[in-house]
C-alpha cells in the first residue's frame, strides 16, 4: 500500500506542460516520481465534441449520429474532432517523432470508428435490426476515443523527458468479448509495478457494466475509483484547477474563501447533491468501503496538501461551505391527500421515468413539493403525466434556487436562525427553509436573483466571521 491513483480532469490536462512541471516531474528526486498511478481525462473540449456540449446542448458526433437524415453532419463533425485531437497535443509534444506517432494514433482511432458507425448504418438499414438497441454502445465506443487520446499524448510526453511512463488502455479497443469493470482493470495490470513505472490509464474504461449507462459522463471517477480499490491505494487523489474551499472564490472572492483541508465523505455527498462534485456519490461509495481517503488538491501547487477526505468527525462544530444551485420547485397539492398513501410513490415513479434529479423534498398534510435539477421542457413532461394520474390535483412549477450550508458537524451553531436572520438583514427573502436531524446542511429556498448575494451573506457570516477571530490569533 505504498502508491496512489490519481485523477486529472479535463481542464487541467489541457495544460498539460504545466503538469508536467510541477505535478508529473518538477523537482522530485528519481525516487519519488514512481509509486503513483494517473487516471485521465480527455483534453478539454473533446468528449463535447465526440457526444454533445455538457452545458449548451450543442450535437456532437453521438448526437448527429442518433439523428442523422445523412452521413455527412456526423462525419464531418468526427474530422473536426480529429482536427481538435491533433490541435490539442501539437500544443504539448515538441519533438516531431512524438507528433508523428499522436497524429497516426488518432486517425487509426478516428477511422476504426467511422468505419464501425457505417457498418452499423448499413446492418440497421435491415428490418431486424434497430439502431436505437446499439446507440448505447456507440456513445461508449465514442467516449473511449478522448480518454484514450489523452493517455496516449501523456505517455508519450513523459518518455520523452526521461519518465518510465506505461500507457494502459482500458477501453477495450478491438478486444473480443466483454468483461466486468474489475476483470478489466485486474487484467490490464498484470505485469505491471507502479514503484518501477508509471502507469498513465484511460478515464473510460469498457465492461459489461456499461459506466456510461449508469454514470454517462461521470465514467472517469468510477474508473479512478475502482482502481484505487483494487490496487489497495494508500490514497485517492484528485487534482482540480482549484482547491475544495469554502464557496467559489469568483463569486465571494479569493481572499474571502477558506480552503477545508479537511472534511469527510458525508460533505462530499452533500456537495454532490448540490451540483458541486468533488467526486460522483458512487465513487465516494468504493473508495468509502475500500477505506481509501480521498485527497482533492490544486494541480497547479504541488507543495499543497489541499483537502483530505475521509470517515473521520469533525474536531468541533463548523460550517464548512456555502454553495448554491438553482432548481426548479414541483407543487402538488391534492385536499384527498391527508392520510392517503400512494401520492408520494406516484410522484417518485414519474420523476425516475422521467430521469429527474431530487435535490431535496418537503411535504405537509396535503402538498407535497420536491427541489429539482431539471430542464422546464422535462418539467412539462412530469406536470402531464402527474396530471394523468391524479387528476384532481393542482400542480404548480416555479424557477427558484436552494442555498445550501454544509459543514461535518452544524450542532450548536444555529445556522438555521442566523441564516435567516442574515438573509432578512441583506434584503431578501427566504421562501422557506430546512434542517434535518444529522446536522450536516441547513437549506434556505430563494428567488433565483437572489442566488449569489444569498451565498455572499450566509459565507460572510457562518464562515468569515466565524474564522477571523481565529485568524487574528494566528497572527
Known sequence: MSHTVEKIGGTSMSRLSELRETLFIGDRAPSDIYNRIFVVSAFAGITNLLLEHKKSGELGVYALFANADSNHEWQDALDGVAEAMKSAHREILTHGGDIQQADMFVEDRILGARNCLIDLQRL??????????????????????GEAHSAFVTTLMLQRHGVEARL???????????????????????????????????????????????????????????????????????????????????????????????????????????????????AA?????????????????????GTLIDDQAADGSAAEIVTGLEIVTLEVFEQDMVGVKGYDVGILEILKRHNVRIVSKVSNANTITHYLDASLKTMRRVERDISKLFPAAEIATRRQAVVSVIGRDLRGLSILSRGLRAIADAGFEAIGASQGPRNVDVQFLIERDALEPVIKTLHSTLIEEATAPQLSRAA
Open 124 to 145: 440497421c438499414s435491415y428490418g431486424h435490426f434497430r439502431l436505437p438497441e446499439h446507440m448505447g454502445h456507440i456513445r461508449e465506443l465514442l467516449s473511449g476515443l
Open 168 to 282: 494502459v488502455d482500458l477501453t477495450g479497443w478491438r478486444d473480443e468479448g466483454d468483461v466486468s469493470l474489475e476483470a478489466r482493470i485486474t487484467d490490464a495490470f498484470k505485469g505491471i509495478d507502479p514503484a518501477t513505472e508509471m502507469p498513465i490509464v484511460t478515464g473510460y474504461a469498457q465492461c459489461v457494466e456499461g459506466l456510461m449507462r449508469e454514470f454517462d459522463r461521470g465514467y472517469s471517477e468510477i474508473t479512478f475509483s475502482h482502481l484505487a480499490a483494487l490496487t489497495g491505494a494508500r490514497e485517492a487523489i484528485i487534482h482540480k484547477e482549484f482547491h475544495l474551499s469554502s464557496a467559489d472564490p469568483k463569486l465571494v472572492g479569493v481572499d474571502a474563501v477558506r480552503k477545508l483541508g479537511r472534511t469527510n465523505y458525508d460533505v462530499a455527498d452533500q456537495l454532490s447533491n448540490m451540483g458541486m462534485e468533488a467526486i460522483h456519490p458512487n
Open 285 to 305: 461509495k468504493t473508495l468509502r468501503q475500500a477505506s481509501v481517503p480521498l485527497r482533492v488538491t490544486n494541480a497547479f501547487e504541488p507543495g499543497d496538501p
